[in-house]
């Protein structure tokens, strides 16, 4: 296993990390709160901790959906949050001309799932020298990741994680297969699982993705069994007002029960690997 530094982290050394925050920046200060409240459960847990939010949800449903403040006032405010709170940040890029960019503030740059084969992409996110994480399209199966992996180590990079985010069953609806979790560990590098996207019910809203909350924790229980690496979250302290994908985001008053019983789950399943 290829062992991926992160700010002070690392990835891929037995220890889970968590990748958490809102699925979209919606203002500074509910943002800075939202993580500011992450970060002092998974302190108290001992979990190792990295800011996520969007500037941009460029795939949205609907020309009504919300996107965020933009690349430059978005990362104006994760440079906010990244010192304030002192903790890594990922953050997902569109576009190859944001790479550059958002390599100037993030620990980690995202690929978004439906973007995972844009080679040219995957090589300006590998030329930031950041980590590279790329989440498994939901029309690929595990295996065809391994082309992914091998695009990025091509364009000079091993700072790599693959998230599983669900794959397309019929319509408006996602299933995890448990089996990809080792399967793309096989190639030799860390694997996050996204319990909230993993949930969710795209376009199951009309103009707007639903979603199935009530799922995440079994989901993810499931996934830490398995043996990943990590976890995505999206958290939010009010998931109802929500701006994007409120329906399958984790309540921050939950977080702290929900990762209490991962961690005993992962230390229990560690003795076995």
């Known amino acids: 296993?290829?062992?991926?530094?992160?700010?002070?982290?690392?990835?891929?050394?037995?220890?889970?990390?968590?990748?958490?925050?809102?699925?979209?920046?919606?203002d500074r200060d509910r943002t800075l709160k939202i993580?500011?409240?992450?970060?002092?459960?998974?302190?108290?847990?001992?979990?190792?901790?990295?800011?996520?939010?969007?500037?941009?949800?460029?795939?949205?449903?609907?020309?009504?959906?919300?996107?965020?403040?933009?690349?430059?006032?978005?990362?104006k405010i994760l440079a906010d949050i990244k010192?304030?709170?002192?903790?890594?940040?990922?953050?997902?890029?569109?576009?190859?001309?944001?790479?550059?960019?958002?390599?100037?503030?993030?620990?980690?740059?995202?690929?978004?799932?439906?973007?995972?084969?844009q080679t040219d992409l995957l090589e300006a996110a590998a030329n930031t020298g950041k980590v590279v994480n790329v989440k498994k399209g939901q029309f690929l199966s595990?295996?065809?990741?391994?082309?992914?992996?091998?695009?990025?180590?091509?364009?000079?990079t091993n700072k790599i994680m693959l998230t599983e985010r669900g794959a397309s069953l019929g319509y408006n609806n996602l299933v995890v297969d448990m089996r990809s979790f080792p399967i793309m560990r096989s190639f030799n590098y860390p694997v996050i699982f996204d319990g909230t996207h993993s949930v969710q019910l795209p376009g199951g809203g009309g103009k707007t993705s639903a979603g199935q909350r009530e799922f995440v924790k079994y989901l993810v229980r499931a996934a830490v069994a398995a043996g990943v690496d990590g976890l995505f979250l999206e958290v939010h302290d009010n998931p109802e007002e929500a701006l994007s994908d409120g329906a399958n985001m984790v309540y921050l008053d939950k977080l702290e029960e929900l990762l209490t019983q991962v961690l005993e789950i992962h230390n229990a399943v560690k003795k076995f690997q």
């Open 1 to 26: 296993m290829n062992i991926v530094k992160v700010g002070n982290y690392e990835v891929g050394n037995g220890e889970l990390i968590l990748l958490a925050g809102p699925c979209v920046i919606e």
């Open 142 to 156: 595990p295996n065809d990741m391994k082309n992914v992996v091998e695009k990025l180590e091509y364009a000079g």
């Open 35 to 75: 993580g500011k409240g992450i970060k002092e459960i998974a302190e108290r847990l001992k979990i190792n901790y990295v800011f996520k939010a969007s500037f941009d949800k460029a795939n949205r449903s609907s020309h009504e959906s919300y996107r965020g403040p933009g690349l430059e006032e978005g990362l």
């Open 83 to 117: 010192e304030k709170l002192n903790v890594p940040i990922v953050t997902d890029i569109h576009e190859t001309i944001q790479a550059e960019e958002v390599g100037k503030v993030a620990d980690i740059i995202q690929i978004p799932a439906f973007l995972c084969r």
